[in-house]
Structures are given as structure tokens and as C-alpha cells.
């Protein structure tokens, strides 16, 4: 096992059983890391941890261990995310869903949609014009009070991302990150909320070519896709089931959108 020359770091995410510790040979790797996830990178650990390493033993390939699982690979960005998205280990008491959430004012506005809706963009946009910032990716819900808890991650754009903010004259302070796979603009929103917020209304969400439209959901039709868009797969426990439930009863919109300034006008303050 290789120690000589190696860093140390922790990375502690909100919500979670247990820390990650960092270790690794490479410091390109251990900056690019500092880029995308921020202040929750850091020299020390406040829970348990689960041990990431990733050494170089060759021009493009790298040794790397977790959970006494050891392989070779040649792209460790991928492998640290690919791991770190695998294996989130939330508390027992959070439900983590894929997406974003903004507020304007007492509550927040929660975005869901598929890779591809243009979740990180709009955040983006809905910040830099005054809403204050959430979480991006990962939004936790306690299950007992339904409150949304920060989650506030760097929010990292790709390169389309970046020309449509570009397209709508905003200008923001990104650093551009291109590592092995890895190619985005990394944004820190300076406006985020602090403490837990209750939830103002959901929007499931697309981007659409041709038109701007929102609609109201039934309950019921909510309900199905919100069971759709848990970040990690839940066990059908009665906590679970109710949680979607009450979260489904609140205001619920499908909104299709061409121009970012529509999906503002639409939220408002919440």
C-alpha cells in the first residue's frame, strides 16, 4: 500500500451515515475535487468514514480501492463520482429526490425532471436573478416535518449549459474544470439558504423547443411520478409511502419551457 506523497481529505455531505475519506497520490485530482464539491471538502472528519483511494501506477492508469473492493481504472474522477453517487448512504430519516430547489421567499420551489430537462441551467439562471439557492442534484426531504434541507454543492454546467446563461446576458463567475472525463463550468451561488425550508410547489419539468406552459397535477398523477425520482431506490415502508404523499398533496405543475424568463415569472416568490 502506497503512502509516501499522499493527501488526505474528508468530504463531508449533509444528510448522511457517514463521511468519505479521500485519499490519493494525485493532487490534480484532490483540487479538481476541492472545485466540485467546495466547503464540504475539508480536512476533517465528523462521523464515520468510508475509505476512497485512488494511486497512479501507470502514464493513464490508476489503482483504486473501496470497501475492500480493489480495481484499475483509468479515469479516477469518474471513479470517485461514480462511487460517491452509488453508495450516498443517507440517513434513515431523509428522502433524497433527483433535482433542484430554489427559494424566493418562506418556501421553496422544487424542480424535477430527467438528465437533460435543464435542471442545473435553470438553477443557475433563477440565482443570478435573486432566488436564493438550495440544493442542486440531490434534494433532501425530512421525512417527519416535509422540510427541504441545504444542500448547497458548487452547481457544475456543461458547455450548452453555459451558452444559453450566455444567451440570456448572464454573466457569472465560473471556473472551468477539464479532467479525464470530466468538462464543466463550476459555479458557487453566494446566495443560499441556510436553514430548512417547507415546500411552496413542485414542477416537474422540461425544456421544450416550441412553447411555454404550466399545469396544474392531481394528486394522483403526482404521486406516480414523485415514486419515480428518488435519488436511490427506498424500500415501500409506510413512512416512505406517506412522505410522497403529503409531499404530492402540496401544489404540483408540469412545466414546459423555452425561455428561462418564463419559469420565473411562473414561481415568483414562493
Do not use: W
Request: hydrophobic residues 35%; glycine residues 8%.
Amino acid at each position: 500500500m502506497k503512502n509516501a506523497g499522499t493527501i488526505k481529505k474528508y468530504l463531508s455531505l449533509p444528510d448522511r451515515k457517514y463521511d468519505y475519506c479521500i485519499v490519493t497520490d494525485c493532487p490534480e485530482l484532490m483540487d479538481t475535487l476541492e472545485l466540485l464539491y467546495g466547503g464540504f471538502l475539508g480536512n476533517g472528519a465528523g462521523r464515520d468514514c468510508m475509505e476512497l483511494r485512488v494511486y497512479r501506477i501507470g502514464r493513464e492508469e490508476y489503482q483504486v480501492f473501496f470497501e475492500g473492493i480493489t480495481d484499475v481504472q483509468n479515469d479516477p474522477i469518474r471513479f470517485i463520482n461514480n462511487t460517491l453517487f452509488e453508495n450516498p448512504f443517507f440517513n434513515e430519516d431523509i428522502l433524497a429526490l433527483h433535482g433542484a430547489a430554489i427559494s424566493g421567499g418562506s418556501a421553496a420551489a422544487l424542480f424535477l425532471g430527467p438528465t437533460g430537462a435543464g435542471k442545473t441551467t435553470l438553477t443557475a439562471y433563477l440565482v443570478s436573478r435573486g432566488f436564493r439557492y438550495i440544493t442542486e442534484d440531490c434534494i433532501l426531504i425530512n421525512y417527519a416535518d416535509e422540510l427541504v434541507n441545504p444542500c448547497p454543492l458548487p452547481l457544475h454546467l456543461r458547455d450548452g449549459g453555459a451558452k444559453v446563461l450566455s444567451g440570456n446576458n448572464i454573466v457569472l463567475n465560473y471556473q472551468y474544470v477539464d479532467y479525464f472525463s470530466l468538462k464543466r463550468y463550476i459555479f458557487t451561488p453566494p446566495n443560499v439558504e441556510t436553514g430548512p425550508m417547507p415546500i411552496g410547489a413542485v414542477y416537474f419539468i422540461n425544456r421544450d423547443e416550441n412553447r411555454n406552459r404550466v399545469y396544474p397535477l392531481k394528486t394522483e398523477e403526482a404521486f406516480i411520478r414523485l415514486i419515480k425520482s428518488p435519488i436511490t431506490r427506498y424500500p415501500l415502508r409506510t413512512p416512505y409511502i406517506q412522505a410522497l404523499k403529503k409531499i404530492a398533496s402540496q401544489p404540483c405543475y408540469q412545466l414546459e419551457y423555452t425561455r428561462l424568463s418564463f419559469v420565473e415569472e411562473i414561481v415568483g416568490p414562493c
